[in-house]
């Protein structure tokens, strides 16, 4: 019989609604018969894409005998972290305390009021060496509730005046200076795989925002080997097992040191973060490459992560009829039946044997440089890419006949707004108008259908119905992509769009008297504590998010507000900076905004007027990370009121004008493509 998740719209909540165990989402309803019955919670949160949530249901939530004690003894809650990345964030942080390690699915017991006083991760069906079993945990933890009060109400007490330190920043009065870059790189530099790319060993994550630094850190002409790192460690992910070599995208991290064996799960955030890295890598250097891959992976997200409603969706899971990366693997004799006289090549090119890497099968990889295999084959570049380009084809075809992963199709509000920004930047560098329309299609979904009565942006969609209060991620990943989407367009109502979600985010989330923002709104629930996380991690956090925004709506508005709150944070985190940089690189890059002149751009012109989008066309092909672009296509109503920006910005000659400016200083004005050129170059 369905328990209470069947009324859940989360995919992953939905999966565990057949479960025996009388499971309860997050709620009032389950919190007070916490309370009333005096019982402890147990909490288990999880995600769609997480091969060990699956593990742990099918061994003991799916067995009666288990489910029978949880059922006795607890009060279930089941709760998906990425619709409540609050809750997610604050017992994530109290495990790592009381266990010196976390991960998912995450295991936490809390006193009726919602207090952890023990928790983990994975835990076994029966008792394994140096890991105790499930039952065995739950009749402990059990009976340390009903037996031991005073001790538990001792460590819920000490734990709850630990939790929360992580996210306190001391105002801090040093000037900003290029300095902490110089120690960001020296520190990355010392981290970096030269052999294989990336930073660390195994298991290895792609981290898009740390390459992004130091994409910027070469732009001034710094150091070389920042572009060399970057380059390296691009060819390497894009040639590896890591990437899809057939449907485009990639997976989450490999388990190797070398990008060749993934964890298969697909997440939006990471395809938006490295679809924007390698635009931002074929900007800078032209490698066709990287053009091909961000193309790929886009592509990807609009053929399998779109909704017809415009909303893309936040993951593929790894596994398929109950085996990890059963959809992506090929056999040798796979090869030679679909792909007849190219097989041979292909199967020499992408590294399959017999023997296989992974359990008896093949991850497609491309484990030769491309021109040695072209060399070694006594084949041309055009030979080798149209063989890849049939075989890719009769592939996916084959693939898209197998049972598919598991799709998690909610739509979350933030990680759309980072696809978005991704979308809105690549249409307008690689001339792609159906990227554009995926983007404005995007946007307006995400206005209009994730909106409460009141107006108040809320955090997931799903089949129609909108729910949860939008965290700070959520409206400052939206006013990101917003901002993106007038760059690429020029249509003013995406900036004005933007000016209110920050306007909004600043009412909500910005607290004067620790001198930063919230995860979670001053209308959210209470809870033990309230989040707030400072560390870029697999995406970039909230704050760096905001006050990336409210620098560049400081150049676009002339408010004062913005610059002020943007760069407080900026100096609270200093010292971090330059210390931690693989767990700050979006604030590195806010950081490089606030001590650079970004260039002010200003585009006076119709819209529709060819010379408008040819002096478009300028902007968005190149790599300027530090500018800030407004059209004014109708001087009678500008998209913002005010701005000094757009002061006596009128079109020259009756041509669609351009002005360049830095600081409110202007070279002069210029109506053809070339000369906007020669000034956006110069340094």
Known sequence: MPNRLSQETSPYLLQHANNPVDWYPWGPEALTRAITDDRPILLSIGYSACHWCHVMERESFENPEIAALMNEHFVNIKVDREERPDLDAVYMEAVQMLTGSGGWPMTVFLTPEGRPYYGGTYFPPEDRPGMPGFPRLLTAASQAYQTNKGEIERVTRQLAQQMGRTGQMPRGSTPLTTEVMHNAYSQLATQFDHLNGGFGNAPKFPQPMTPEFLLRYQQHGFNPRALEMVELTLRKMAYGGIYDQIGGGFHRYSTDAYWLVPHFEKMLYDNALLSRLYLHAWQITAHPLYRRITEETLDYVLREMTDAAGGFYSAQDADSEGVEGKFFVWTPAELQDILGDDAELITAYYGVTERGNFEGANILNVPRDPQEFINQRG???????????????????????????????????????????????????????????????????????????????????????????????????????????????????????????????????????????????????????????????????????????????????????????????????????????????????????????????????????????????????????????????????????????????????????????????????????ETLAAQLTAP
Request: some cysteine; glycine content about 6%.
């Open 379 to 673: 084949i041309t570049a055009d030979e080798l890419a149209a063989a890849i380009s049939r075989a890719r084809a009769a592939l996916l075809t084959v693939r898209a006949t197998r049972i598919h992963p598991l799709l998690d199709d909610k739509v979350l509000t933030g990680w759309n707004g980072l696809m978005l920004r991704s979308f809105a930047e690549a249409g307008a560098a690689l001339d792609r108008p159906d990227y554009l329309d995926a983007a404005r299609r995007n946007a307006a979904f995400l206005l209009d259908a994730l909106r409460a009565a009141n107006g108040r942006l809320l955090r997931t969609w799903r089949n129609g119905q909108a729910k949860l209060l939008a965290y700070l991620e959520d409206y400052a990943c939206l006013a990101d992509g917003l901002i993106a989407l007038h760059e690429a367009t020029l249509e003013p109502h995406w900036l004005q769009s933007a000016i209110a979600l920050a306007d909004d985010m600043i009412d909500l989330f910005w607290d004067d008297t620790v001198g930063g923002f919230y995860d979670t709104g001053r209308d959210h629930e209470e809870l033990v504590i309230r989040p707030r996380d400072v560390f870029d991690n697999a995406q970039p956090c909230g704050g760096s998010v905001a006050t990336d925004v409210l620098l560049r709506l400081a150049v676009a508005t002339g408010n004062d507000d913005y610059a002020a709150k943007a760069s407080t944070p900026l100096r609270a985190l200093h010292p971090l900076l330059g210390r931690a940089p693989s767990t700050t690189g979006h604030w590195l890059g806010a950081l490089d905004f606030y001590v650079s002149l970004p260039k002010e751009i200003v585009i006076a012109g119709p819209l529709d007027h060819p010379q408008t989008q040819a002096l478009l066309t300028q902007i968005g092909r190149r790599y300027l990370p530090n500018r800030v672009v407004i059209g004014l296509s109708d001087p009678a109503n500008p998209p913002i009121a005010n701005s000094p920006l757009l002061e006596q910005r009128t079109m020259q000659n009756g041509l669609p004008t351009a002005y360049v400016c830095q600081h409110y200083v202007c070279q002069l004005p210029v109506t053809t493509p």
